[in-house]
């Protein structure tokens, strides 16, 4: 079983502009973790004193989520991270040559070193440690080998494989992916960004190469463009592949508005899964359709997903969609009616841009009948 590894609360968070309170933090956390998350990824300790006590108290919680902490692979970072709860550190280094020599202006044996001996003094406090490959789609896939040996003989369990730039197509991530997967026997963690978005389909093909970790987050919140959606992946995972992840849908909805109000970042209607009206249906052939048969339109129950079809009228509809929303006011039309009022549907979407209220819809019925009893 892959296990989703969700950072909502690291990687979510460091999105430009947002900010989690502790009691939001400690919301999300609990949210997360009830619908059956197996890990989260829930703050950066060398942030400060509040952080660490914001992780502290979702540690408190006694979760049965494991907790990650996340930090550069630097000592201080390290010393911040022991004493805050949790189970394990990913500790983050890049590791592709343009950032090795133009950001940490170091050269790769170096980083090895550095790999070494943070990783140790880790196991050496006993914190479990994951080392986060920065930038590892552009790394060269031999330094990566040596980069994961490096970090298995000091100890760690874990290799992040960061997309960090979102560069990667799922047909390259396949191949990194698997190949890291022949030569190591650490854990591997997919984390992938949007900036193509490719995030959740990056995803799916690491977890297909034999990736056993998988960074989301909710409504694929995340630096830029953000990260894998959990929703996405989750659905993914079970519809294409059969795997499941141990989290619970239905809880989709709630845990992506919670996201989405503490974020402030609203929840486009058409975004996969948790969007407003991604079960929503106006066109006629479509909506005919799935009177006749649900599986004629449907990819998946929306129950699932804690959601439900929803008909709704418009420019689109035709007359069978509105004999069906009339009948749900308790009003049966004719064929001749139905094709009358539709026409007044079709004006009112035109104009206002919203599908008609059950209020405009009795007056279309009484104004279509009083015209024809004068006609
Ligand atoms: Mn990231």
Redesign the pocket.
Known sequence: MVIIND?TLR?GE?TAGVAFNAEEKIAIACALSASGVRELEVGIPILGPEEREIIRAIAGLGLSSKLMVWGRMRQEDLLASLGCGADIVNLSIPVSDIQIEHKLCRDRNWVLRAITRHVREAREYGMEVSVGGEDASRADPDFLFRVMETAQEAGARRFRF?D?LGLLDPFHTFDRIRRLREASDLEIEM?A?DDLGLAAANTLAAVLAGASHA?TTVNGL??RAG?APLEEVVMGLRHLYGMETGIDARRFPEISALVSEASGRPIPANKSIVGDSVFSHEAGIHVDGLLKNLSNYQNFDPAEVGREHRLVLGKHSGSKSVMEAYSRLGITLTEFEAKSILQRIRDHAVLHKKTPASQDLERFYLEASSCMMVS
């Open positions: 950072v990687d460091q960061a960090t984390h960004h960074n995340g630096e990260n």
